[in-house]
Nanobody, 126 residues
Framework: VQLQASGGGSVQDGGSLRLSCAAS????????MGWFRQAPGKEREFVAA????????WYADSVKGRFTISRDNAKNTVSLHMNSLKPEDTAVYYC????????????????????WGKGTLVTVSS
């Protein structure tokens, strides 16, 4: 599956942004999906994941309660709604897909990701 992320930008501390990821292919609903981020000088880290059906979600502790991941299998898209953004959320955000048919847990680590989209930059200023 090929992925294309969009929606990054610059916001003030406490602001909101919505990231979207469009996926190609007819079997999008067979893939658990996730979002990761990478800040300057840091390793890529897990942000959020959603099961192939959308029935299960998983969040990093640092974003829990502020970010919401969702998907629309009819439109082959996965979104990340980010509220109460903080300067420490500044990073390049990447959309990710696990291997076809695998459980959500697979896309909670970089090692489990099978496909990466190009990143989109989110900048939060204080």
């Amino acid at each position: 599956v090929q992925l294309q992320a969009s929606g990054g930008g610059s916001v003030q501390d406490g602001g909101s942004l919505r990231l979207s990821c469009a996926a190609s292919g007819r079997t999008f609903s067979s893939y658990a999906m996730g979002w990761f981020r990478q800040a300057p000088g840091k390793e890529r880290e897990f942000v959020a994941a959603i099961s192939w059906s959308g029935g299960s979600t998983w969040y990093a502790d640092s974003v829990k309660g502020r970010f919401t991941i969702s998907r629309d299998n009819a439109k082959n898209t996965v979104s990340l709604h980010m509220n109460s953004l903080k300067p420490e959320d500044t990073a390049v955000y990447y959309c990710a897909a696990g291997p076809k048919g695998h459980a959500i847990v697979v896309v909670t680590t970089t090692q489990g990701v099978e496909s990466w989209g190009k990143g989109t930059l989110v900048t939060v200023s204080s």
